[in-house]
């Protein structure tokens, strides 16, 4: 009995510090997830505030054949296999470079993190103006009025493979600069006994860097993967910004699919089942990347 008297008042004292806690919770996670299952479950009228019960049409209509959500998944994956590798090297060898200099550190970080924190949007302009479809453009004035190189000015953003490249360079550009700065953040932490016993048994600057430098960063790579990984089916403001979706959805992603579809064509109930089955494919592809990295095993063999 005492036993139960004292385990209520631990919860009893508890409370005050959980409720408000589980409130927030409930109210800005728990809750919008229901409502967007419902929704996806569901015909919204949200003019008139009708939510009729269909069964899984909405999803039906996702993975219909022909349906411009696999062109979107499509690009999804692609984004992740081109812009993840190059970012993810990218910002360890940059990090790895500014790491070792003597003097400057500070100028080249900021100069690498200036990318990261400027806004999408503006950066979205300057990559429009760049691949611009006419003569105004940086790339056809270059290519055909510098060099000559072509004999006509090229619709970049408005071809699929062209705009789909367009979204990717802008991607890497924007998130190296971040990956650099979690990697730099990462190398303090090696000792630097190891760089020196390197050296002394005649290892140069590169073999420092592949035998020590990525094993070390081994669980900041995996870190910076994971969160490149969920970015990826987060693309929007690039596709909305440059292309559009533009020809026929070919350069759309899911997220710019789910916002054409709640807030061009009002179905909301496709929009959330959309959002529902990005939701479970960045679980399963941080899932298997858990899985593959070992990362978990790894440490508790370190422990023991």
């Known amino acids: 009995m005492k036993k139960g008297n004292r385990s209520f008042r631990e919860i009893k004292t508890a409370l005050p510090f959980i409720v408000p806690g589980l409130l927030l919770v409930s109210v800005f996670i ?4 229901l409502f967007t299952i419902r929704i996806s479950l569901s015909e919204y009228r949200i ?6 019960f269909i069964g899984l049409e909405n999803f039906k209509n996702v993975f219909a054949s022909g349906s411009r959500f696999w062109y979107a998944l499509r690009n999804n994956l692609l984004y992740a296999l081109v812009t993840i590798p190059f970012i993810t090297l990218g910002g360890m060898l940059f990090a790895y470079l500014v790491n070792n200099l003597k003097k400057g550190q500070g100028i080249f970080r900021v100069g690498f993190y200036l990318p990261v924190i400027t806004s999408w949007v503006i950066v979205a302009l300057v990559f429009q103006y760049m691949f611009n479809n006419s003569n105004r453009g940086l790339i056809n004035y270059l290519l055909v009025d510098v060099f000559g190189i072509l004999d006509d000015y090229v619709p970049w953003l408005l071809r699929e493979w062209s705009g789909n490249t367009a979204i990717w360079i802008m991607g890497i550009w924007k998130n190296t600069g971040w990956a650099m700065l979690i990697f730099l953040a990462g190398l303090q932490g090696i000792s630097k006994d190891l760089y020196e016993a390197a050296s002394l048994d005649g290892a140069g600057i590169f073999k420092r860097f592949i035998h020590i430098t990525m094993p070390c960063l081994r669980p900041v790579t995996y870190y910076v993967v994971v969160n490149m990984m969920i970015g990826s089916f987060n693309v929007f403001i ?10 026929n959805g070919r350069t759309s992603t899911l997220q710019y699919l ?25 679980l399963t592809l941080t899932l298997a990347l858990n899985n593959q990295l070992n990362l978990d095993n790894d440490d508790t063999e370190e422990t023991t």
């Open 258 to 282: 789910l916002y054409d579809r709640a807030f061009n064509q009002f179905d909301f109930g496709e929009a959330s089942a959309i959002g529902l089955v990005s939701a479970v494919i960045i």
């Open 238 to 247: 690039q596709v909305l910004m440059l292309t559009g979706g533009n020809p």
């Open 30 to 33: 728990l809750y919008p997830m």
């Open 47 to 52: 003019v008139q505030g009708e939510i009729n």
